[in-house]
């Protein structure tokens, strides 16, 4: 760099009363010199293009989850041996049971942990399932068969299907007691809630030149109209007859549309007319998959309820696994694409199943009651 040139300044005037003259301060300045700007020049290929993530097979995880569960089970041990604890656990960290069955008693299905009947966590309750569904009962003796402590029956994740029935025989209890209806009034004001976002009818903007297509050339908003036409139309020609059910996220909009006049009471009257197992199934469905739209198509199908409909069509029902994919397209989508998150995505796509499972096993049955 130059060295600074130093501007010399004229002395301004003296002042006519004789002060001393004012100095004006000399003004510093470097001389200018371009910058010399190095040219961009690349390195190697470009990067490659990001691959999706092979996803682990279900047997993978699981056996990854029982490692893991076993490391934590070293660990604790461990712990537990140089703080001096003895080896003897609480009541609440045993099982106090060693079998688990189920049997008729009285016309109705219990489940029995050793001699004990499985009873409700709130009233005391025995838990009694109706005959006409076997399969519900044995789910629920082998989810307390799975459990390895009294610990674990306190966690709702791990015993959803116990909640579930639970929540099915409190509707049931309010209904048979004077002035019931409350629960029933709350549960139909939390789904319709649903309606005005519901998963099925928010559809992504027309794709673009630049936008992903599947293999068949389709959009993600081709895909998502063609599931949702098909449930809607189920819905407008079984369930809800007459009832258009419109889209209430399209195009390029960012505010959703509200349904037509009249289409909200006749979804309310529906809901409200469910009996107690199909309305305690739809409320959890409906949690589940962030849709009334397919959650009313999964008791529709599948309820022995007065909802239930008699075989509509021949092969596959619209089941947990076709519920699970319609309401999760989006999110299918992006990480066919980009690659899933392990332990969120993985474990967020079994849990929607599952509980949507346990919906199907809730509805279901041989539609004998005896």
């Not at 006409?132 to 299907?161: C, F, M, V």
């Not at 959703?256 to 809901?271: I, L, M, N, Y």
């Not at 075989?311 to 990480?335: I, M, N, P, Y």
């Given at each position: 760099m130059q060295p600074a040139m130093r501007i010399p300044l004229r002395l301004a005037p003296r002042i006519a009363n004789g002060t001393t003259p004012l100095t004006i301060r000399s003004i510093h300045a470097s001389a200018v010199k371009a910058a010399n700007v190095a040219p961009?020049?690349?390195?190697?290929?470009?990067?490659?293009?990001?691959?999706?993530?092979?996803?682990?097979?279900?047997?993978?995880?699981?056996?990854?989850?029982?490692?893991?569960?076993?490391?934590?089970?070293?660990a604790k041990a461990i712990r537990s041996a140089k703080d001096g604890k003895g080896s003897s656990l609480s009541p609440m960290k045993r099982r106090f049971w060693k079998d688990v069955s189920v049997a008729e008693v009285d016309g109705a299905l219990q489940v029995f942990l050793d001699a004990r009947p499985l009873r409700h966590p709130n009233t005391k309750e025995i838990v009694r399932?109706?005959?006409?569904?076997?399969?519900?009962?044995?789910?629920?003796?082998?989810?307390?068969?799975?459990?390895?402590?009294?610990?674990?029956?306190?966690?709702?994740?791990?015993?959803?299907?116990?909640?579930?029935?639970?929540?099915?025989?409190d509707i049931a209890a309010e209904d048979d007691a004077a002035g019931g209806g409350t629960i029933r009034a709350a549960i139909a004001d939390s789904v319709l809630r649903y309606l005005d976002t519901d998963s099925l009818l928010c559809w992504a903007p027309p794709a673009g030149a630049q936008d992903l297509?599947?293999?068949?050339?389709?959009?993600?908003?081709?895909?998502?109209?063609?599931?949702?036409?098909?449930?809607?139309?189920?819905?407008?020609?079984?369930?809800?007859p007459g009832v258009a059910i419109k889209p209430v996220l399209d195009g390029h909009s960012i505010f959703?549309?509200?349904?037509?006049?009249?289409?909200?009471?006749?979804?309310?009257?529906?809901?409200?007319?469910?009996?107690?197992?199909?309305?305690?199934?739809?409320?959890?469905?409906?949690?589940?998959?962030k849709s009334l739209v397919a959650a009313a198509r999964v008791v529709a199908e599948w309820s022995e309820g007065p909802?239930?409909?008699?075989?509509?069509?021949?092969?596959?029902?619209?089941?947990?696994?076709?519920?699970?994919?319609?309401?999760?397209?989006?999110?299918?989508?992006?990480?066919?694409?980009?690659?899933?998150?392990?332990?969120?995505?993985?474990?967020?796509?079994?849990?929607?199943?599952?509980?949507?499972?346990?919906?199907?096993?809730?509805?279901?049955g041989t539609g004998k009651s005896s």
């Open positions: 961009v020049v690349g390195t190697g290929p470009p990067p490659e293009a990001p691959a999706p993530v092979q996803r682990p097979t279900p047997n993978e995880r699981v056996e990854r989850r029982r490692k893991q569960a076993e490391m934590l089970k070293t399932v109706p005959l006409s569904k076997p399969t519900l009962a044995t789910a629920l003796a082998i989810e307390w068969d799975l459990l390895t402590s009294a610990q674990q029956a306190t966690r709702q994740h791990l015993i959803p299907l116990t909640s579930l029935v639970c929540r099915a025989t297509r599947n293999e068949a050339g389709e959009s993600l908003r081709d895909v998502q109209k063609r599931v949702a036409e098909d449930t809607v139309g189920f819905l407008a020609t079984h369930v809800w959703p549309a509200s349904q037509d006049e009249g289409v909200r009471e006749v979804v309310r009257g529906w809901v409200v007319g469910l009996s107690a197992w199909e309305i305690a199934g739809l409320e959890r469905a409906v949690l589940a998959g909802a239930g409909l008699p075989a509509t069509r021949e092969g596959a029902r619209f089941g947990a696994e076709e519920a699970a994919r319609a309401t999760s397209l989006e999110v299918d989508w992006q990480t066919g694409h980009w690659g899933e998150v392990e332990d969120t995505h993985d474990v967020g796509k079994e849990d929607v199943r599952r509980q949507l499972g346990s919906v199907v096993l809730l509805v279901s």
